[in-house]
């Protein structure tokens, strides 16, 4: 399945939010698509609603979202907890500095929903991970969190 950076593909907002998603979905059957906050999407309507209009028009695509959602990490848990497609990666931060909102909802209802990042090299492997034990993950959530829900999202196991 082929990973698509959305603003990669489309680098400005000339073409609709709408037909962005569309040509992620023709590009990658039922892919995976990775959209991310330009300048002109700093407003918490304008962004959450590009992300919440992708995801209700199109719900076969796998949206991951980077930077735990930032600046509005408590409003991408709301997105994801309303789409099933929807999952949210922690790039660009080690585990001390997740907003304590992301760890609870890594805890609970949002076991599934959240995937490791590092932001190498910048951040390496290690770095990330320094502190995980301070995030106090029962044994399963760590699992879903360093490999388990990666390789669901991304269909790692998957050998067809």
């Not at 590009?27 to 002109?40: K, V, Y």
């Not at 190498?120 to 829900?149: K, R």
């Amino acid at each position: 399945m082929p990973v698509v950076d959305a603003w990669r593909q489309h680098p400005t907002l000339r073409r609709s939010n709408h037909e962005m998603f569309a040509s992620l979905r023709r590009w990658t059957g039922q892919g995976l698509a990775t959209p991310r906050s330009r300048p002109s999407d700093r407003s918490t309507n304008r962004a959450t609603s590009l992300l919440m209009s992708g995801a209700l028009d199109f719900p076969e695509l796998t949206i991951v979202c980077g930077h735990i959602g930032y600046p509005w990490p408590t409003e991408m848990i709301a997105v994801a907890d309303k789409h099933a497609g929807v999952h949210i990666d922690t790039s660009a931060y080690t585990a001390r500095r997740y907003p304590p909102k992301l760890v609870e909802y890594l805890r609970g209802r949002g076991r599934r929903k959240v995937l490791v990042g590092s932001n190498y090299p910048m951040i390496t492997p290690g770095q990330t991970l320094e502190h995980l034990p301070d995030l106090h993950l029962d044994e399963e959530v760590t699992v879903l969190f360093l490999s388990a829900d990666a390789r669901s999202v991304f269909r790692l196991d998957d050998h067809s």
